[in-house]
């Protein structure tokens, strides 16, 4: 299997679109895991006699591996090449879908849900930074990024959608086996089609002390947050997890300083672009998360919705998404700076969410909740593109697993830490309320008692849904401040002396010859 291109690095592979066809089908892979499994959850616990306080550990098990691995992950990517990280990832994961398929009892599906998670962490940096070696040309690499965005916004939402059809037709193990076909795809497509470029290897020694720091850290602070979420956030087991987490992560940092190879080059996130990038995309999923997390609740559990029909409301906001990303922002991206983009799209979706803290228990779908969901869809999409590709614009080579693998771990932890944060202030604003007219409750009918219930629940839906949107707009206001990045597509010219990072507003440095032409500034 070859796994470079010897070609000038100036010319494009004339098999590019092909490739981005096999990408784009594993990152869909990916992100449709994050959620698919949750609508199939209830009837594998039933099949299988998973225990209520077992079962968070369907979902936990793959956060802390995905999570956890991460940066791992792209690491292997830029030591062993991109290509081949690649396919071992699909193979990999493809191999652990079918073993969560055919589990015969909780230990098999948790086994089979972790090792998702680590192939997985192998899987979305390789394939995230091969799009950034694969499209160098600005207008090019803007709407292969615009479709990549796409994949990675909307995908979780269509993940709700293919998990109830496969539910509620055929039965929870589809929603594994359906990877298979996917991996098997894009694992062909990978061998006959992409081929990476020659330069851009780190074959540096492995930074183990920096993989044991960090993994562990990361697996601190996302288990924190999930036993936040059962335990309440001032147990002594949720504070001693995140006093664990900030002493790891903070010996990491350290030892990144020290070590002549380090597995995160401190300068992937110091710069200041970058940077703005990885802390606002995290600030705007923990905002999204919890909003899947609840619609998904409020849908069937007030408003009666079928498994399936809930998927199909989510539908408008995966068209949003999709028309945000490939008209809006892949149109824009090379004429205007990338924090126009970002910041607006951010405020918008914070607009649609506004909306939606409106929710009652007979809400309109067509009145309130569509253009809410029309108004997240267009603003995630328009910021998600090119946040995605700013976030791996100006590396080396070398550096690009690594840092594609800082936009996978930004998401990831804030998917973790948004669907625990949102929860246990939504169970608690819920718990408030009832307490507050558990009097009424009392003395109420049966049916009256449960529209109570009802009443309860859905104000600690608003009440989230109000965190979320005060989240969203801060992670407008870090976009607009961090993000400083120039008039995009000005790629540094001979003799231009600064190149990328200097072009951006960072400071970091000239251009190197083997770093990813410029695109956004």
């Not at 070696?133 to 293919?162: D, P, S």
């Amino acid at each position: 299997m070859p796994e470079t291109d010897a070609r000038p690095s100036t010319l494009p592979d004339p098999r590019r679109w092909k490739a981005l066809i096999f990408i784009g089908l594993a990152q869909l892979m990916v992100v449709l895991d994050a959620t698919i499994v949750n609508i199939a959850l209830p009837s594998a616990q039933r099949d299988l006699g998973i225990t209520d306080g077992n079962r968070q550990w369907v979902i936990t098990a793959y956060a802390l591996a995905f999570g956890g691995l991460l940066l791992f992950g792209g690491r292997i990517a830029d030591l062993w090449g991109r290509k081949r990280t690649f396919v071992v990832g699909l193979t990999g994961f493809a191999l652990a879908s079918a073993l969560g398929g055919a589990a015969a009892n909780t230990a098999m599906l948790l086994g089979a849900r972790a090792l998702q998670g680590a192939f997985g962490a192998l899987l979305a940096p390789a394939a995230l930074s091969l799009l950034a070696v694969t499209f160098t040309e600005a207008k090019e690499r803007a709407k292969a990024f615009g479709i990549y965005g796409a994949i990675a916004g909307g995908g979780g939402a269509i993940g709700l959608i293919l998990g109830g059809l496969l539910t509620e037709y055929l039965n929870w193990r589809w929603t594994f086996f359906v990877n298979i076909p996917f991996a098997v795809v894009a694992a062909a497509g990978a061998v006959l089609v992409i081929r990476e470029p020659a330069e851009g290897r780190n074959r540096n020694r492995l930074d183990v002390p920096g993989v044991l720091l960090v993994t562990t850290g990361l697996v601190s602070l996302v288990y924190g947050f999930t036993r936040a979420e059962s335990n309440g956030w001032t147990a002594g087991s949720t504070l001693a997890l995140f006093a664990t987490a900030a002493v790891l992560l903070s010996a990491f940092a350290v030892v990144e300083r020290k070590v002549k190879a380090p597995l995160l080059p401190l300068r992937v996130v110091l710069d200041r672009n970058r940077g703005g990038v990885y802390l606002s995309l995290g600030l705007a999923v923990i905002g999204m998360f919890g909003l899947f997390l609840f619609l998904t609740y409020y849908l069937q559990i007030v408003l009666g919705y079928s498994p399936v029909l809930t998927g199909v409301a989510f539908l408008p906001m995966v068209a949003g998404m999709i028309t945000g990303s490939t008209q809006i922002g892949a149109r824009l991206m090379t004429r205007i700076p990338a924090r126009f983009l970002m910041a607006p799209g951010f405020l918008v979706a914070s607009l649609g969410m506004l909306l939606l803290t409106g929710i009652g228990l007979d809400t309109s779908y067509p009145a309130l909740i569509l253009p809410g969901l029309i108004l997240m869809g267009l603003g995630m999409g328009t910021a998600f593109m090119p946040a995605m590709s700013l976030a791996t614009h100006g590396v080396q080579p070398r550096d690009a697993g690594v840092a594609s693998a800082m936009v996978n771990t930004s998401q990831q932890v804030g998917g973790a830490i948004g669907t625990a944060l949102l929860n246990t202030i939504a169970a608690s604003a819920t718990t408030s309320w009832l307490t507050s007219h558990a009097t009424a409750a009392a003395a109420a009918s049966p049916e009256a008692a449960k529209a109570l219930q009802f009443q309860g629940m859905v104000h600690g839906f608003s009440t989230a849904i109000w965190v979320s949107f005060g989240i969203l707009v801060a992670a407008a206001a870090i976009a607009f401040t961090f993000i400083n990045a120039g008039r995009p597509g000005a790629t540094a010219g001979p003799g231009a002396g600064s190149g990328a990072d200097s072009a951006s507003g960072s400071g970091s440095g000239s251009a190197k010859a083997d770093e990813i032409p410029v695109l956004v500034h």
